[in-house]
């Protein structure tokens, strides 16, 4: 039987990472030339460049309204062969459980911390994942509930340290503010605010080579340590039994992947004294 779950590829101008991606020259070239398999291929080209925002955001709400749900690759984020049979499977296994919002291809962590094929996590990752339409449907690009989240203190209850809260506000901030042209951190937004949880494997499953080229969107300063090589994850897939966040795990995944790093007391009195002296 064949893969039958519907993947979703989104590309730009990257033609170089665009044919790693498809394993096989102009970007699109890639595309129309290198499809020599059997299936039902859709190609959506826009005429005019509407940003990552608005293009990313269009090209998912698309998919999803014509699949109802499916996998997310970007033209950087290249999944080895065991990605898309987890994806599969999760997809089917999650379909109808309102807690699950994404299924993550990428890990940060070493595979020692994570007993099952897989954990859970309050951060949806996003160099190749895969979702629902039902996920999709909360979307909001522009982000219009934030500044009631955000008088409310709701990010309180969100998060465990004082550092990771401030990040996120800063990011928020910018992004409701249109400072950044992007589409991901509405749906960290979108998780965060209905308490939406997202998986992520055992081990790296989807190696994103994007990282610190000079075409990057938002990753040109992106230190190389984040470029993980992929396992293979082993089937049958050995599932939690309870489905809950591992704090100490989300901890070192907002360090990991977003530098977020935890002061320690002498840092914070080091602050103070600096802002006293310099009033």
């Known amino acids: ?7 979703l590829f989104l590309i730009y101008n990257r033609q170089k990472e665009t044919e790693t991606v498809f394993k096989c020259n102009n970007t699109r070239d890639v595309v129309n030339n290198n499809v020599d398999w059997e299936c039902n291929l859709t190609k959506i080209y826009r005429k005019e460049n509407m940003g990552c925002k608005l293009s990313v955001y269009n090209g998912i709400s698309e998919f999803m309204n014509k699949y109802g749900y499916g996998i997310i690759l970007e033209d950087d984020t290249v999944p080895n062969k065991s990605f898309f049979k987890y994806c599969e499977e999760l997809l089917e296994k999650y379909k109808n459980d309102e807690r699950i919002a994404v299924i993550s291809g990428d890990n940060f962590l070493p595979s020692k911390y994570i007993k099952n094929s897989y954990e859970f996590s309050k951060y949806p990752l996003i160099w190749g994942w895969a979702t629902w339409k039902r996920v999709w449907d909360k979307y909001d690009v522009s982000m219009k509930e ?30 409701y503010n249109n400072e950044i042209d992007t589409w991901d951190y509405q749906l960290s937004f979108l998780c965060m605010k209905n308490k939406l949880l997202s998986i992520y494997p055992k081990y790296n499953l989807v190696k994103n080579i994007g990282i610190g080229s000079k075409d990057a969107a938002h990753t040109k300063k992106y230190k190389r340590e984040y470029v993980k090589e992929t396992s293979e994850l082993m089937f049958p897939l050995d599932h939690p039994n309870d489905i809950y966040i591992n704090r100490n795990n989300d901890l070192l995944i907002s360090r990991l992947r977003f530098g977020i790093k935890k002061k320690n007391i002498y840092t914070k009195i080091k602050n103070i004294f600096k802002k006293v002296l310099r009033i």
């Open 1 to 7: 039987m064949g893969y039958k779950v519907p993947i």
């Open 146 to 175: 934030w500044e009631h989240f955000k008088k409310d203190e709701m990010l309180d209850s969100v998060f465990d340290t004082v550092e990771e809260r401030k990040y996120w506000t800063n990011i928020f901030n910018k992004q």
